[in-house]
């Protein structure tokens, strides 16, 4: 059971490149959702899913997109990188919210 | 908009102490969640609050849930080195499944 599986852990980017970050979870959770992590910031909603074909901003989704044709995977896509957007990036699932939210390993990205 | 504050931001505490951490929400919510964060990794988990009054204990820490409040708290039990982690509440909106997080509490536990 690998539970939540985050790629790449590390990623450096040039400026207007773009990229997909990877997020697939084998506990057949309906609720996926993605954040970033800034110093200072705690995590920050980018956006969610509640199930496959169903995806929802969250608090900072302006350039970065999602879909979620499949129970089980979830990416998140950088249109075109910029600086800001240097972080650590988090995938989440959960089912139901009854449980909590099992968190992957996270994505270190560096845009320079 | 449902907003989280934490309290303390930082907390320096001595090994065998006692202390609380604060978790104000603004806004209804029905779940809260307290994770616990190492430098470098990833969250785990710590306890799920799901109605009023609730009340749950892991070792040295137990967390409870005042919805009428909007409080949660997460109490520290003769706290030891390994305790030091951040540690960050979340919550969810009524009727929303956004989840927002505190900023967190960095916990450090001295000898």
């Known amino acids: 059971n690998a539970g939540v599986t985050q790629t790449p852990k590390f990623q450096v980017l040039k400026t207007g490149q773009s990229m997909t970050l990877q997020c697939a979870q084998d506990m057949n959770h309906e609720y996926m959702s993605w954040y970033r992590q800034d110093p200072g910031m705690g995590l920050r909603l980018i956006h969610y899913s509640v199930g496959a074909g169903i995806t929802d901003q969250g608090e900072v989704p302006n350039g970065y997109n999602v879909s979620r044709s499949t129970t089980e995977d979830f990416p998140l896509r950088l249109l075109s990188a910029a600086p800001s957007q240097t972080s650590v990036y988090f995938c989440a699932s959960s089912y139901s919210g009854l449980y909590g939210y099992t968190f992957g390993s996270g994505t270190r990205l560096t845009v320079v | 908009e449902l907003k989280v504050e934490q309290n303390p931001l930082f907390l320096s505490m001595q090994e065998g102490k006692n202390y609380t951490i604060y978790c104000n929400y603004s806004t209804t919510s029905d779940r809260l969640y307290w994770y616990r964060q190492d430098p470098g990794k990833s969250l785990e988990s710590l306890f799920v609050l799901l109605s009023n009054g609730a009340v749950k204990q892991e070792g040295r820490l137990m967390a409870s849930l005042d919805t009428k409040a909007r409080l949660s708290t997460l109490h520290i039990t003769a706290a030891v080195h390994d305790l030091s982690a951040t540690y960050f509440c979340?919550?969810?909106?009524?009727?929303?499944?956004?989840?927002?997080f505190g900023k967190g509490t960095k916990l450090t536990v001295n000898p």
């Open positions: 979340s919550c969810l909106g009524g009727g929303s499944e956004k989840l927002v």
